[in-house]
């Protein structure tokens, strides 16, 4: 009974010894997050959150926005920070029709801002820093009045 015990702790202790970790693998290259929205994007979905409830309600209302013939569409050009929009005469369009945009951090960006050519700033809340393999990007518009929070669009593009 010894000897079986005995056994069995040095069977352990090999066991153990024996273990090592593996060896650090890279990842893979790092993506630059300002090339990564780079092209064109077409509409994919659209959300409206209720902020104003205590438990924020979420509604789909992108049917309307892809069953149109002429979907709306956006183009960054990241020579030169510029933005157009196709389309941009379509309903539910926040971002006018082009200018140039900006990140609050070029590094690990939150936010993305853009100006339109017409004076219009919005800021948009990255969901997702977006990298040049995504084939989605994400962002938030926060609406507010009388300082308090009211409304949320969540906007989902598909890259063209």
């Known amino acids: 009974m010894k000897r079986n015990n005995f056994l069995l702790i040095i069977f352990c202790l090999a066991s153990l010894?024996?273990?090592?970790p593996d060896d650090?693998?890279?990842?893979?290259?790092?993506?630059?997050?300002?090339?990564?929205?780079?092209?064109?994007?077409?509409?994919?979905?659209?959300?409206?959150?209720?902020?104003?409830l205590p438990?924020?309600?979420?509604?789909d209302i992108s049917d309307y926005f892809i069953t149109q013939n002429s979907k709306l569409?956006?183009?960054f050009n990241v020579e030169d920070?510029?933005?157009t929009v196709d389309n941009a005469q379509e309903p539910a369009?926040?971002?006018g029709s082009t200018g140039l945009y900006s990140f609050d951090d070029p590094d690990y960006p939150s936010q993305m801002t853009l100006f339109s050519s017409t004076q219009d700033t919005v800021v948009l809340?990255?969901?997702?820093?977006?990298r040049s393999?995504?084939?989605?990007?994400g962002y938030k518009i926060k609406k507010e009045a009388c300082g308090g929070l009211y409304a949320s669009y969540i906007y989902t593009f598909r890259r063209l």
Not at 17 to 20: A, E, F, G, P, R
Not at 55 to 59: D, H, L, N, W, Y
Not at 125 to 130: D, Q, R, S, T
């Open 93 to 95: 369009n926040p971002f």
């Open 55 to 59: 438990v924020p309600e979420t509604r």
């Open 133 to 137: 393999i995504d084939p989605y990007m």
């Open 73 to 75: 569409g956006i183009s």
């Open 24 to 52: 650090p693998k890279s990842i893979g290259p790092k993506y630059d997050t300002s090339e990564g929205i780079s092209g064109s994007w077409e509409i994919h979905s659209l959300e409206v959150v209720d902020e104003t």
């Open 81 to 83: 920070n510029s933005y």
């Open 17 to 20: 010894i024996s273990c090592k």
């Open 125 to 130: 809340h990255l969901n997702n820093i977006v």
